[in-house]
């Protein structure tokens, strides 16, 4: 059924909880969550999930209108705290696979069969979207903002004993449930580069799918 939060196209007993942040995403969010595949093989139950940051405008109400579940703070809190908050509803949701994707159509939905493929063949505990994995699917972005993305890039790589990641901060990623339960974070305003180093230094395996980003980024 069409925008249900809970479609159940298999007997694959695996659920997969969708999770979009959104902070006033009145004018994008309802095109989003009606783009979400409503099957996926291998994936017996898809629920999506809007994580609201305190939204003032018509967030809310359009994404339940489309289907969605929503989990909100009372106010503003920051990219990371909601986060925080769509893991831990995902999880109790009885997730054995979460996506977090933005709610401004910076991504694809159609893709998200793609980043959780590695998942379902268990060759990664968390995957991740990556811009920059092939020249052909390089967004356009300003060259300062691309150089701030490739020296945060070597940064992350260095400290994570000489990692060869090409995106560590793009936020289209996939997770088990079981690496979604080993996430230690703190921080309220960001939680991308922060997820790379609480997970490899855990030793989680981090597989990057290359994906062509149709918004800016």
């Known amino acids: 059924m069409p925008g ?4 159940t196209p298999t007997q694959d007993p695996r659920r997969l909880v969708v999770m979009l942040p959104a ?5 994008s ?3 989003v969550l009606g783009r979400i595949p409503e099957t996926i093989e291998g994936i017996g139950q898809i629920t999506t999930l809007v994580v609201d940051d305190g939204s003032t405008d018509r967030t809310v109400e359009i994404a339940r209108a489309a289907g969605a579940q929503v989990v909100s703070h009372r106010r503003n ?3 990371g ?3 925080r908050t769509g ?3 995902a999880l109790d949701r009885g997730a054995d696979f979460i996506v977090n994707m933005d709610s401004d159509g910076q991504f694809a939905p159609e893709d998200i069969p793609k980043l959780l493929a590695p998942l379902l063949d268990d060759d990664a505990d968390m995957v991740t979207c990556t811009r920059f994995g092939k020249p052909e699917f390089m967004p356009e972005m300003p060259g300062i903002k691309r150089w701030g993305n490739r020296m945060m890039c070597h940064l992350i790589n260095r400290i994570c004993w000489n990692s060869d990641y090409t995106d560590v901060s793009c936020g289209f990623r996939a997770y088990s449930r079981r690496t979604a339960m080993r996430l230690t974070l703190f921080g309220d305003f960001t939680y991308t580069q922060e997820t790379f180093i609480d997970l490899l230094g855990k030793g989680v395996h ?3 799918v290359p994906l062509k980003v149709p918004l800016e980024c």
């Open 29 to 31: 969010i309802g095109a």
């Open 77 to 79: 809190r920051g990219v």
């Open 81 to 83: 705290a909601t986060f």
């Open 206 to 208: 981090i597989v990057e």
């Open 23 to 27: 902070l006033n995403e009145e004018a």
């Open 4 to 7: 249900h939060p809970d479609h």
């Open 87 to 89: 893991i831990a509803a």
